[in-house]
């Protein structure tokens, strides 16, 4: 029998195609035009080849921003995860008034708009009327962040995991609900310690749903932009400019369009490899497992 | 290893209504038994209790006359296997059934060699290195019960219907092993199930439960001829016992005119009673059909007949009720009038539902 090859079928993916387009691929491929051009003003370009490229990969502030970036997303990374997994295991396990409470609260953060959250930790770490600064200081801390790089990083980090470890928590929590009960009954019956029930049978299943936080919480966080800029606006100096605002301030604030869309691309390009690299690295052990199944089966 | 005795218990889960309604039994250390019943009748609720993963509304759970109440199933020292397959995924099979051993702190040793005999008993030596996540559903459940038999100096191992989810003919097997490991063990075994031939081939004794009470406990021929509650007749036997509605006629009973006759004992138990809930049950089995009618037989109309290879079951109307007839398969049957006799010692009294006017008590 001759099977019919039919390719109609791809015209389905158009309209999916088309949506793509001018979401990703047009805008995308506008800043590939900047970075391969010297743009004097609307009427004036050169092209001017890979001289971009050349120049911002030695380009020293570039680096340095882009260094920050990735200590600035480890390190809430390092924090929103496991803190958000042990929020998830502290909250109500049954459905109740309790637990509608705790979601709520949880969700809170959440639903502020970015540069809202800026200026609410802009005014909360102040040292003259802001709770945290004002508390700080009464405590004995010498705390500034204004003027005091350390002190900046600890509030623009602290900032961070206010505002999106409940994102974490509440994608644990819904991972913890889906576990059948009969599971915890037969750690009860095998003598499971409470670290035995996390390690064995609580991790293993939350597993997918990390994948998903720490790829959203690592994309979100190395783009970040907003939340920074209100509180401290980079500084002191350039303690907290991050890559964004870099890139924005040149191509905005100086104008040069080519340096800024020729590192945007290697921005993107990192952001593609590191989500990349989390997620193949965390859903590797899945499928050795499922490849040692099948060759048995 | 203990006898495990409930005192008085009832169990609620929404304060309404009772999943166990107090009830009071005793199963001696070291049996094989099975705890019968339909869905939703408590079963696996008194499970539950007995191994402490529920703590009943009111009544007490004994181990070995100790009050064991408070205790967490650890205390307790029980093993349960559940009706879905609970492995720990991330694990291999080897590391599932050493689990509860590791976490008695036992010598590494030692585990090696209680994994090793136990993988042999389930057929999963070549399975031993694999993740347990890998496998199939019996496989798994398999784990789940060698989790349950692993360890040597429980109090008890309760199965709540541990073969829901095998093959037919891997179930034959693995029942065989429980009862052969039981055999080994002398630890007491409680298997939930709602399979009466489950039941009867594994265990010694079979509780039948019944709307939250146990209404009989004895060996699979009791139930058959002794059915102490007329569900324990309707539910065990294929098909069920035969009932039939009777009213109180001075010294005997009657139904649509046909008087019945009775032992002595039973009118004395009857005499005694006033209830008008008064049923007599028989077996299908215990009835004969013929074509002339002898003393003391009752005609009935025969409504169908069904074979079933090595019998047949005939559907009879007598008395307003349809009745079940067990016969011979080479027994024909035409369209004359039948009759029907049965030994007079094969018909039983309900009052109330309840077994009443034997000679010996079965209870």
């Known amino acids: 029998m001759n099977k019919v090859q039919n390719n109609k ?76 997994i042990l929020v998830a295991l502290m909250m109500p396990k049954t459905a109740g008034w309790k637990t509608s409470l705790t979601l709520i609260l949880l969700a809170l953060p959440l639903l502020i708009p970015w540069n809202v959250v800026g200026t609410i930790w802009q005014v909360f770490a102040r040292g003259d009327i802001g709770l945290f600064g004002w508390a700080m200081n009464a405590l004995g801390f010498e705390y500034n962040y204004t003027a005091n790089a350390i002190d900046a990083w600890l509030t623009v980090v602290l900032m961070d995991v ?29 003598r499971a310690s409470r670290w035995a029930v996390f390690r064995y049978i609580q991790f293993p299943r939350l597993k997918a749903v990390l994948i998903i936080a720490v790829l959203l919480r690592f994309m979100d966080s190395f783009m970040i932009y907003t939340e920074p800029f209100v509180l401290t606006g980079g500084g002191p100096g350039n303690a907290t ?4 605002q870099t890139l924005t301030q040149m191509a905005i604030g100086q104008f040069d369009l080519g340096p800024a869309a020729a590192f945007s691309l290697i921005y993107f390009l990192i952001v593609l490899l590191v989500s990349w690299l989390f997620f193949t690295s965390l859903s590797l052990t899945d499928k050795d497992q499922l490849k040692q199944g099948s060759a048995s089966s | 290893m203990a006898s495990i005795e409930l005192r008085n218990l009832s ?12 009830l009071n039994h005793l199963w001696p250390q070291g049996g094989a038994y099975a705890l019968l019943g339909p ?39 029980i093993a349960q296997v559940f009706q879905f397959p609970v492995v720990y995924d991330a694990m291999t099979v080897r590391e599932n059934l050493a689990f509860p051993l590791k976490n008695m702190k036992l010598d590494k040793h030692h585990i090696q060699q209680k994994v090793m005999e136990i993988a042999e008993l389930l057929d999963l030596q070549s399975s031993l290195d694999k993740k347990a996540k890998s496998l199939t559903a019996d496989e798994k459940q398999k784990i789940s019960m060698g989790r349950g038999l692993v360890r040597e100096d429980v109090s008890a191992i309760l199965f709540d219907e541990p073969l829901t989810v095998i093959d037919p003919h891997l179930k034959w097997k693995l029942r065989r092993k429980l009862k052969e490991i039981h055999e080994k063990l002398n630890v007491t075994m409680i298997y939930v199930t709602h399979d009466q031939l489950e039941a009867a081939t594994f265990a010694d004794e079979i509780a039948v439960m019944y709307q939250g009470k146990i209404v009989q406990f004895g060996t699979p021929q009791s139930l058959f001829e002794q059915p102490n509650h007329t569900f324990v007749g309707y539910f065990i036997g294929s098909p069920g016992m035969n009932f039939v509605q009777v009213n109180k006629n001075q010294n005997e009973v009657v139904a649509n005119d046909l008087a019945f006759n009775l032992s002595t004992t039973q009118k004395n138990a009857l005499a005694a009673s006033d209830t008008s809930n008064i049923k007599l049950g ?60 049965f030994e007079p010692t094969r018909l039983k009294l309900y009052l109330d539902d309840y077994l009443a006017g034997e000679e010996t008590d079965f209870e």
Request: hydrophobic share 45%.
């Open chain 1, 241 to 244: 400019t991050f890559l964004s």
């Open chain 2, 11 to 22: 169990h609620s889960y929404d304060g309404l209504t009772n999943a166990i309604e107090s």
């Open chain 1, 162 to 190: 206010w505002h999106w470890t409940p994102l974490v928590a509440l994608l644990c929590y819904s991972g913890l609900r889906a576990i059948p009960d009969a599971y915890y009954q037969a750690a009860k019956i095998d």
């Open chain 2, 39 to 77: 869905s939703g009748c408590g079963k696996s609720t008194l499970l539950n209790i007995i191994s402490g993963l529920v703590s009943p509304s009111e009544g007490q759970v004994l181990f070995e006359d100790n009050v064991v109440n408070g205790d967490s199933p650890q205390q307790r020292n």
């Open chain 1, 9 to 84: 079928a791809w015209w389905l993916i158009l309209p999916m195609f088309a949506l793509v387009a001018f979401s990703a691929i047009i805008p995308l491929m506008t800043v590939v035009n900047y970075s391969v051009q010297d743009i004097f003003d609307q009427n004036t370009a050169y092209f001017v080849g890979v001289e971009w490229y050349q120049e911002v990969l030695r380009n020293e502030r570039l680096h340095d921003s882009l260094l920050r970036q990735f200590i600035f997303s480890f390190s809430i990374l390092a924090i929103e995860i496991p803190l958000g």
């Open chain 2, 282 to 341: 028989i077996r299908p089995e215990f009835i004969k059909l013929a074509n002339q009618a002898t003393a003391n037989s009752y005609p009935v109309d025969i409504l169908s007949v069904e074979s079933f290879g090595a019998f047949k079951i005939v559907e009879v109307r007598f008395a307003d009720e349809t009745w079940f007839v067990r016969v011979g398969e080479f027994d024909q049957f035409d369209a004359t009038p039948h009759y029907m006799t």
